[in-house]
């Protein structure tokens, strides 16, 4: 059973900065795509950030120029370095990763105070 194991999370002050990570226990095969997304409270899920198999990324509006995801040597790894941390940047942070199935992570919160 291949789980996604996210870290990096915490408490941090507006303007801040953070790096998330997300490293999958076992081999995901046929990666199409990793991502993450974000939950707040009273919220949907949404998506922050995605990396292509072939290196492409695409960003939410709300994050752009702040966030910069990528992937690490070990290809079932991700990471999202965010910068210039709001508190509107409070939530849940979510690991996805799409191959032959879909995988999400537990989730890792992130706090940013004002």
């Known amino acids: 059973q291949v789980q996604l194991v996210e870290s990096g999370g915490g408490l941090v002050q507006a303007g801040g900065s953070l790096r998330l990570s997300c490293a999958a226990s076992?081999?995901?095969?046929?990666?199409?795509?990793m991502g993450w997304y974000r939950q707040a409270p009273g919220k949907q899920r949404e998506l922050v950030a995605v990396i292509i198999s072939g290196g492409s990324t695409n960003y939410a509006d709300s994050v752009k120029g702040r966030c910069t995801i990528s992937r690490g040597s070990a290809k079932n790894t991700v990471y999202l370095q965010m910068n210039s941390l709001t508190p509107e940047d409070t939530a849940v942070y979510y690991c996805n990763v799409q191959g032959l199935r879909t995988y999400w992570g537990q989730g890792t919160q992130v706090t940013v105070s004002s």
């Open positions: 076992g081999s995901i095969f046929g990666i199409n795509a």
